[in-house]
């Protein structure tokens, strides 16, 4: 299945014959005390920065989440989205807890933006699925619920099969507008965790062809030598049927192990993006 | 499945629910000049090199491969086996297209070893699989004939299933000492080469439950930035089904993302070997 987000001028394509698509996570304040501080002064430079860096790398959508303590998410949000729309045509992912916030965002984007995000729970859709009906914007949903965070990949299909019958039936979202996101959690805390999330990316792609997305980095959290485990964990679930991630664009091996993972999933004909980008990364040492 | 092989005093056990097999292919005269000019004079001090080098970097097996021109392969691989032997207590992998090596090499092995390489070729089954009955050891098997090396997954399953028949109904080899190699080719020459090997993998497991290993480094030949690909692509087979391949075990970049993919796998309880690995690193550092 194809889902497409759009800029005002450009338009990205999510899918399983696609390259990858490469959501950048940095432009939030969640663990950056420096970049709390910014904000709440009404600072914006770090976000410039953060746009670029990832812009660079060849980051294919940019996640602008803006929660921080005491501010007003809403009005920062649209501020960042108008913002880095002017410093780049990627599309992106809006990406909030608060409804206020996710409406301000979507008001202020041009285009047609991945808003993140809803689960399995009644009240969550219903906030949320009119607003993302009446932008035409595509959602980010995870299969848990009011009650718990399923551990078992049969329960996230039932809970994804939930919000896609919801999503569609009730608020009229097309199904290509959904995207899931499967769960990934820290293997730190289980070592039994990823498999569980790779069989559900599997469970997902053979029962509804849905695309899917999920923060990566999470995966790594609390262990040694962060970037080998991401830049592993995300080829491994691309071969499971991951089109998408929001995720670390700033670190070249990260990003590199995805390029090489869409040659070896035959998304990079004749290795023409892979030779491309050997070919800048000579140019840039010479 | 498990498959077992020996040195004199140590067991490697092959599995899906077992750390990834890492047997060493650097023993192997194959385009190394110089290393076949000391072969011709008698000069084995480069194998000393190649075991301890292999060993230092985690490897779990290695391959010995003696064949060069003028050189008497026999006489050879039966000299390196025993030489090998007395420098680890690495299982070893028994690597000729010659019978009379492979015959050679056995005779020297103590343990029991692993045989590369058979073929759904009823001849070459006819010369290597009363020798592997014999001695007691676990085979390799190329699902290919003498007509084609198949392209599709669907016609290297048949062949699978030809071997696997031939071998233990007509030569008594335990099935779990059959290791499928589900041929790896370079993705350079066709983009779905890697998408139809990672196919046949999931195809064998999910019929068979055999072990595979396959030949890692051909996937990236002719390509630049060959450790980054081969270092997600063996992620990639892994999570398809992949329970041993021969790599290079000398670049920790490669051996590294084994590891993190093991962890990825649920095969690294706690990360308890992720998290050695990483100290170790660290005091080589200091």
Same mark, same amino acid.
């Not at 989205?81 to 041009?110: F, N, R, W």
């Not at 039932?158 to 608020?171: F, H, M, N, P, R």
């Not at 995805?258 to 035959?266: E, F, I, K, S, T």
């Given at each position: 299945? %194809?889902?497409?987000?759009?800029?005002?001028?450009?338009?990205?394509?999510?899918?399983?014959?696609?390259?990858?698509?490469?959501?950048?996570?940095?432009?939030?304040?969640?663990?950056?005390?420096?970049?709390?501080?910014?904000?709440?002064?009404?600072?914006?430079?770090?976000?410039?920065?953060?746009?670029?860096?990832?812009?660079?790398?060849?980051?294919?959508?940019?996640?602008?989440?803006?929660?921080?303590?005491?501010?007003?998410?809403?009005?920062?949000?649209?501020?960042?989205?108008?913002?880095?729309?002017?410093?780049?045509?990627?599309?992106?992912?809006?990406?909030?807890?608060?409804?206020?916030?996710?409406?301000?965002?979507?008001?202020?984007?041009?285009?047609?933006?991945?808003?993140?995000?809803?689960?399995?729970?009644?009240?969550?859709?219903?906030?949320?699925?009119?607003?993302?009906?009446?932008?035409?914007?595509?959602?980010?949903?995870?299969?848990?619920?009011?009650?718990?965070?399923?551990?078992?990949?049969?329960?996230?299909?039932?809970?994804?099969?939930?919000?896609?019958?919801?999503?569609?039936?009730?608020?009229?979202?097309?199904?290509?507008?959904?995207?899931?996101?499967?769960?990934?959690?820290?293997?730190?805390?289980?070592?039994?965790?990823?498999?569980?999330?790779?069989?559900?990316?599997?469970?997902?792609?053979?029962?509804?062809?849905?695309?899917?997305?999920?923060?990566?980095?999470?995966?790594?959290?609390?262990?040694?030598?962060? %970037?080998?485990?991401?830049?592993?964990?995300?080829?491994?679930?691309?071969?499971?049927?991951?089109?998408?991630?929001?995720?670390?664009?700033?670190?070249?091996?990260?990003?590199?192990?995805?390029?090489?993972?869409?040659?070896?999933?035959?998304?990079?004909?004749?290795?023409?993006?892979?030779?491309?980008? %050997?070919?800048?990364?000579?140019?840039?040492?010479?």
């Amino acid at each position: 299945m %194809h889902t497409t987000v759009s800029s005002a001028t450009k338009t990205v394509t999510i899918g399983p014959d696609q390259p990858f698509c490469i959501i950048g996570e940095r432009i939030n304040p969640t663990g950056r005390k420096i970049f709390q501080e910014q904000l709440r002064a009404g600072d914006m430079s770090a976000v410039e920065k953060d746009v670029l860096d990832q812009v660079a790398m060849g980051a294919t959508m940019l996640d602008v989440n803006m929660g921080a303590p005491l501010v007003d998410e809403a009005e920062l949000l649209a501020k960042a989205v108008t913002m880095i729309q002017e410093l780049t045509d990627l599309p992106l992912c809006i990406d909030s807890s608060v409804v206020e916030a996710l409406e301000a965002g979507l008001d202020a984007y041009k285009g047609k933006a991945l808003v993140n995000s809803i689960t399995a729970e009644d009240e969550r859709m219903e906030l949320i699925l009119p607003l993302v009906k009446r932008h035409g914007a595509a959602i980010i949903a995870l299969p848990n619920d009011e009650f718990e965070i399923p551990e078992e990949p049969e329960r996230r299909l039932e809970l994804t099969k939930y919000i896609v019958e919801q999503a569609t039936g009730k608020y009229g979202i097309p199904i290509e507008d959904i995207v899931i996101d499967p769960l990934a959690m820290p293997i730190g805390a289980d070592s039994q965790m990823v498999v569980r999330t790779l069989k559900t990316i599997e469970l997902i792609r053979d029962t509804f062809d849905l695309n899917m997305t999920l923060g990566a980095s999470n995966v790594s959290f609390g262990m040694p030598d962060r %970037h080998a485990l991401n830049s592993v964990f995300i080829p491994m679930a691309m071969k499971a049927g991951l089109t998408s991630a929001i995720m670390d664009a700033r670190t070249e091996k990260i990003v590199t192990a995805v390029r090489a993972a869409d040659l070896m999933m035959g998304n990079d004909e004749w290795g023409a993006t892979w030779i491309a980008l %050997h070919r800048a990364k000579e140019a840039a040492k010479a």
